[in-house]
């Protein structure tokens, strides 16, 4: 393996979500479905994400996310309400990709290290979602995952997996169809992540020209 030169700083993002008025977290509340693997019975603090509700605890996004820190310090109105005895927190999240970063921060067993094989969404939920709310923990390990699969050097590439499609002798540890390329363009560039770009444009430059236009029309 060639030696790989130190990445570039990355650029922050810092995005809180809001906490809404009792009538908003109400009707949006019976609005989704409880998450069946994050609805904890001790927890205080309800998410509401675009279809799903989840049920944690304040203190571990607090202290894993000065966003959330910051989010949650605010205090509520006198008269706002609770749901199910917890305050309440609406984020404009898909459901799946919150969960990808709770079970990051719950069990980050089945999310960290490389015996653990993850699909190309998972790792793009922990990249955004890691990098709005700075945690860095699991941004860096989304980022990690991806410098493996779009190195600095070409000798470095898994080409036989982007060009055919198919697995390489070493399994990747990332799930990843060849058309992601253009989703990883999209992220390299909004996050700044240079030393992926080149790798990431040449396997763009593998894919049939229909895969690519399909794939941006889509908004993949």
Not at 26 to 34: E, N
């Given at each position: ?19 809404p ?8 509340f ?12 001790d ?14 605890h ?24 609770q ?18 970063l ?48 779009y ?31 253009i ?9 700044d ?28």
């Amino acid at each position: 393996m060639s030696e790989q030169g130190s990445p570039p700083p990355l650029k922050r993002r810092r995005s809180a979500g809001r906490i809404p008025s009792p009538a908003v977290a109400s009707s949006s509340f019976l609005a989704t479905i409880r998450s069946p693997s994050f609805w904890l019975s001790d927890g205080n603090l309800i998410v509401i994400t675009r279809e799903v509700s989840f049920r944690v605890h304040t203190s571990v996004l607090s202290r894993n996310s000065e966003v959330f820190r910051d989010m949650l310090a605010i205090p509520q109105p006198d008269n706002a309400e609770q749901v199910e005895g917890c305050s309440v927190v609406q984020l404009s999240e898909d459901g799946c990709d919150f969960e990808t970063l709770l079970l990051a921060l719950y069990d980050g067993g089945k999310i960290f290290g490389d015996h653990n094989v993850l699909r190309f969404r998972t790792v793009s939920a922990m990249l955004r979602l890691g990098m709005k709310y700075q945690i860095d923990l699991v941004s860096q390990e989304a980022i990690r995952r991806l410098r493996k699969f779009y190195p600095n050097y070409l000798e470095d590439f898994p080409m036989e997996y982007v060009i055919n499609g198919r697995r390489p002798s070493v399994p990747p540890s990332i799930e990843l169809e060849p058309e992601d390329s253009i989703s990883v363009v999209r992220m390299a560039i909004m996050f700044d992540l240079q030393d992926i770009l080149v790798a990431a444009l040449y396997a763009c430059c593998q894919l049939e020209v229909d895969t690519c236009f399909n794939a941006v029309r889509l908004g993949k």
